[in-house]
């Protein structure tokens, strides 16, 4: 396949060599140089990608490295073979301060060929660093995780959002689409040709992980009742009080309802639940790290989101063989669920369309069919995209100051 004007092996042949492609500088050969900044160990969808693509990329003998803010959070597992610096040990609301304030330093002295910014959340450290450090700031290439337009967001909070977009889009050098069906939004955010533009599919899983999750048995039907789950941050992104009314208006008895994740919404989530007598079949049992277990043990998936970007967790779940019934959340949901072959798409925040489609789960469609369209998204392949990205704005940058 190709990414930006590259050409990407997709097989094995040749492989090592793929990634020992070296840059110049001073007249020398020597191997890219990568830094990828998170705030903290938040176990959320963009840090574990992070994670495992600079594992991946430290795997594979280049000198990349992960700086992150503070050590809170509780994800570090997802941190296992990835290179990383901490900047402000025991100082958990450290995060963006720490990174702003430390990490021109780090830049000046390393001088890596690429600063990369995970997702959206990130792109304020690559504008910082622009403003910062002007020439000596490496090219930013900036993951863009999450839905640019924010219908969810009042006028005035929607219009600001917009302008920063538009100041990231004069600063940021590169920009990766995790599907081609976000190109247009992403040009058309950040004002910013569609040369600029490169398309990665979100690196969810490893090829391995991959036959494991197509191999996790489905669970004995219930005598009465389905077993219902969800997964990810207990925030207002993700919209669990639409959830938890459309369970409320459907769900029989036996019926049951298991939200993982932890965060500020709980207590309110909690409160609903109470309110619309369901407490007895919802379960909110927190972060966990390993999701298969809870795949096994549930009958359909359901994602309530607002607004996302490609969701890591539908890409597991998917793999995973659960039926599965979505919010039409972002510009890549149509792509990704297969214009509804691999899943049910509903409006966003219409409670009776998601209890409708929570009554009449659809059915998961044939192993080879999902494991053709989710291997897109493995690790090898998307490690592969973004050093290709990166490698194409390395060469392109001039001589840093």
Same mark, same amino acid.
């Given at each position: ?14 492989? *090592? ?19 990828? $900044? ?36 509780? *994800? ?5 073979? *990835? ?53 000596? $700031?490496?090219?930013? &290439?900036?993951? &863009? ?19 920063? $977009? ?19 939004? &992403? ?27 197509? *191999? ?93 970007? &490609? ?17 039409? $959340? ?40 999902r494991h053709a369209h989710v291997r897109r998204f493995t690790l090898e392949e998307g490690a592969r995209g973004y050093l290709a990205v990166m490698r194409a704005v390395a060469r392109e940058a001039p001589a840093l100051a």
């Open positions: 396949m190709r990414q930006d004007g590259l050409s990407i092996d997709a097989g094995g042949a040749g492989l *090592a060599a793929g990634w020992q492609e070296t840059t110049a500088d001073a007249g020398a050969a020597r191997p890219l140089k990568v830094l990828t $900044c998170l705030y903290s160990f938040n176990p959320g969808g963009v840090e574990r990608v992070a994670f495992r693509l600079n594992a991946r990329w430290a795997e594979l003998g280049l000198p990349a490295r992960v700086i992150v803010g503070s050590d809170a959070g509780g *994800a570090r597992d997802a941190a296992l073979g *990835a290179p990383v610096e901490i900047l402000a040990p025991g100082e958990p609301r450290a995060g963006l301060f720490a990174m702003v304030s430390r990490l021109p330093a780090i830049l000046r002295r390393e001088r890596p060929d690429v600063l990369f910014c995970a997702g959206n959340t990130y792109t304020s450290v690559g504008v910082a660093m622009k403003l910062l450090l002007g020439r000596a $700031c490496p090219p930013v &290439v900036a993951k &863009v995780s999450n839905d640019l337009v924010r219908r969810d967001m009042p006028p005035l909070l929607r219009f600001a959002y917009h302008r920063w $977009c538009r100041l990231q889009g004069r600063f940021l050098d590169r920009f990766v689409a995790m599907a081609p069906a976000m190109v247009d939004e &992403v040009a058309d955010a950040m004002g910013i040709p569609r040369d600029r533009i490169a398309v990665v599919h979100d690196p969810v899983l490893r090829g391995e992980e991959l036959a494991e999750f197509e *191999a996790l048995p489905r669970p004995a039907p219930l005598p009465a009742g389905r077993r219902y789950l969800a997964i990810g941050r207990l925030m207002p992104q993700k919209n669990f009080p639409l959830l938890l009314q459309a369970f409320a208006r459907m769900a029989g008895p036996d019926d049951r309802l298991t939200i993982l994740g932890e965060g500020p919404d709980r207590a309110a989530l909690e409160a609903q639940a109470r309110a619309l007598s369901i407490t007895d079949r919802v379960a909110m049992p927190g972060h966990v790290t390993d999701l298969r277990p809870w795949l096994v043990a549930n009958d359909v998936f359901v994602l309530s989101s607002l607004y996302e970007g &490609v969701p890591a967790v539908v890409i597991e779940v998917m793999a995973a063989g659960l039926p599965m019934i979505t919010t039409d $959340c972002s510009t890549a949901m149509h792509d990704l669920m297969g214009g509804g072959r691999y899943g049910a798409l509903v409006p966003v925040g219409d409670a009776a369309a998601l209890a409708a489609a929570m009554a009449n789960p659809p059915a998961p469609a044939p192993v080879a069919e």
